[in-house]
C-alpha cells in the first residue's frame, strides 16, 4: 500500500527561508568534517528528503550533486529547488542501476527506515554504486541515547534502531571497510556559556542529565566500556567501499 510520508516529514521540515537557513547550517555542521577537497567529485544523496543537504553541499561548492527519493512530495520539493534528484520506488533497483558511479553517498537517517531482512541487500547497493575507494556518510538513530526509544517509534517508518556495533556490522557485511562510527550531537554549546540566558540553561540541563547517563553506562557496563559508548540521538558512520561493482 503506498503511503504518504511528506505527512510526517512536514511536522519537521518546510520550505521556509528560516528553516532552510537552519538545516543548511546544521549540515555544514555535520558534513563538514568528512568532505574531500575535491570540489568536483560524484555525490548521490540517497532518500534526499527536501534536498536539505544537497543544498549545503552546492553552497559549499560541490558541483556534480544528485539525489533519489521515494516519496513522490519530497522528490517534488527538490525539483522544485532545481535539484538533480530522481524518484524511484525501489532504491535497491536504483543503485544497482549505477553501479560503480559515485565517489560519495550520504545516506542520511535512512536505513533506519529500511525493513531489517533487507538493510543488508540495501547497504550491499550502496557499496555497489561508489567507484572503487568510494566513501558512505551514513546517520541512523542511535539505541544508546536516553530517548532511544522515543527516537525509535517516533516515526511509523523506522524497523531500527543502531548501536555502535550493530551498525558496524551491518556496514562491514554490506560490503564496507575503515568503518568508524561515532555520535552525532544535536546540542551545542553556546557562546555565551556562562550567562543566566535561555541557550545557557538549556546547555547546563543537557550535561547535567548526560552525566548521570554516563554513570549509569559505566555502572552496568564496567569503567572502562561505559566511558566509550556514544549517547548522543544519533549515529554518524563513515565507511570506504571495498567492493568490486560488477
Not at 16 to 31: E, W
Not at 54 to 61: C, H, P, S, T, V
Not at 192 to 209: C, K, T
Request: aromatic share 10%; glycine share 8%.
Amino acid at each position: 500500500m503506498k503511503i504518504d510520508y511528506t505527512r510526517h516529514y512536514l511536522k519537521w521540515h518546510n520550505d521556509s527561508d528560516s528553516h532552510r537557513k537552519a538545516m543548511l547550517a546544521h549540515y555544514h555542521q555535520l558534513l563538514g568534517p568528512y568532505l574531500p577537497t575535491n570540489k568536483a567529485i560524484k555525490i548521490l544523496d540517497v532518500g534526499c528528503g527536501m534536498g536539505f543537504a544537497l543544498l549545503a553541499l552546492r553552497e559549499m561548492g560541490f558541483t556534480n550533486l544528485s539525489g533519489v527519493e521515494s516519496d513522490t512530495g519530497q522528490a517534488k520539493s527538490c525539483q522544485d529547488k532545481k535539484l538533480d534528484v530522481a524518484l524511484a520506488a525501489d532504491t535497491i533497483q536504483f543503485l544497482k542501476q549505477e553501479q560503480g558511479t559515485y565517489d560519495l553517498i550520504l545516506c542520511l537517517d535512512v536505513i533506519e527506515h529500511v525493513p531489517v531482512a533487507i538493510q543488508l541487500s540495501f547497504v550491499h547497493a550502496l557499496a555497489g554504486a561508489l567507484c572503487s575507494g568510494g566513501k558512505l556518510i551514513c546517520t541512523v538513530p542511535n539505541a544508546n541515547s536516553a530517548l532511544a526509544a522515543r527516537w525509535r517509534y517516533i516515526d511509523w517508518t523506522h524497523t531500527a534502531s543502531f548501536t555502535e556495533h550493530s551498525l558496524d556490522f551491518l556496514l562491514y557485511n554490506g560490503g564496507f571497510t575503515d568503518i568508524n562510527v561515532t555520535g552525532h550531537e544535536f546540542n551545542r554549546r553556546p557562546k555565551n556559556v556562562w550567562l543566566p540566558i535561555g541557550g545557557a540553561r538549556h546547555w547546563w540541563a543537557f550535561r547535567f542529565f548526560r552525566l548521570f547517563r554516563r554513570l549509569e553506562m559505566m555502572a552496568e557496563l564496567g569503567p572502562a566500556q561505559g566511558r566509550k559508548v556514544p549517547l548522543s540521538l544519533n549515529l554518524i558512520a563513515t565507511a570506504i567501499n571495498r567492493t568490486n561493482p560488477t
